[in-house]
């Protein structure tokens, strides 16, 4: 795996050769590139070309000047864009699915391949209460600018077996200012479902390979959402994680790995 560079306004990881076929991995919330950092090399390891942003705000890329759902689209199009990696096979977790899933149906033939974790993309579905709470004038202000490092190291170990220190450190750095901070409920507070009433059927009729992945225990986002994806995408293929949460590819690296290379491996060479 890379340093840290950068391209289109954001910093990002990479892996594999230049000239190799792309594989585009974009991360969820509080996350940032690091959390593929296994897959990266697993990638790299089988052939690809691995692209791994830190989307606005997150990791080592600086903050939107809002930090909305709307602005992390921009952001990734940028990115791609300044990158020209070609069509590319479109990799997602949590906030990643929603952002990077609109990005794909809004330019088609771009991705040639999805593979869908832990978020979800449709309409009627219903915030989390956590979420909900972010989204709340003056009560998510009150909790985003509560967070201590203590806090978040408890928060995110009671939801992952897998949160090492290094990746506190790093899903930590999108704590560092209050601009930060105030972005996350922008971020959260443009998310409106009812955005998505116009993508409705939209993802399955791009007609790409997809591998669905999640965590069995994932408390945000359930597993029924995961059937969900399996029943409304006809190309596409299920595996569930059954003692992983929902940050599955922190808890069960190798497996993950090891699961998307398969995919790929079969689907596409």
């Given amino acids: 795996m890379s340093d840290l560079v950068r391209a289109g306004g954001l910093a990002y990881r990479q892996a594999g050769n230049t000239g190799a076929p792309a594989v585009l991995l974009v991360h969820g919330y509080p996350e940032s590139s690091y959390m593929w950092r296994h897959a990266l090399a697993a990638l790299a390891n089988a052939g690809w070309r691995a692209l791994a942003p830190d989307l606005p705000g997150y990791g080592d890329s600086e903050p939107a000047p809002s930090g909305t759902w709307e602005q992390h689209i921009e952001a990734l199009d940028r990115f791609v864009e300044a ?64 967070y201590t490092r203590e806090g978040f190291v408890a928060a995110m170990s009671s939801v992952s077996s897998g949160m090492s220190e290094d990746a506190i450190a790093e899903y930590w750095k999108a704590f560092a200012d209050d601009s930060r901070r105030l972005a996350h409920l922008e971020l959260y507070r443009s998310g409106d479902f009812n955005k998505l009433a116009p993508y409705e059927g939209r993802l399955a009729a791009l007609g790409l390979a997809t591998l669905i992945m999640w965590g069995g225990q994932d408390r945000f986002a ?26 599955v590819w922190d808890d069960e690296p190798e497996r993950t790995c090891a699961a998307l290379v398969d995919f790929l491996a079969r689907r596409l060479r």
């Fill in 83 to 146: 990158l020209d990696p070609g069509p590319l096979v479109l990799v997602t977790h949590d906030w990643g699915v929603p952002i990077a899933l609109r990005w794909a149906c809004d330019r088609p033939g771009m991705a040639h391949a999805l593979v869908i974790s832990d978020g979800g993309f449709f309409a009627d579905r219903r915030w989390h209460d956590l979420a909900n709470v972010m989204r709340t004038p003056d009560e998510g202000e009150k909790l985003i600018r509560a």
């Fill in 222 to 247: 359930g597993v029924t959402m995961a059937s969900r994806f399996h029943e409304e995408l006809p190309d596409s293929e299920l595996v569930v994680f059954e003692q992983a949460g929902h940050f």
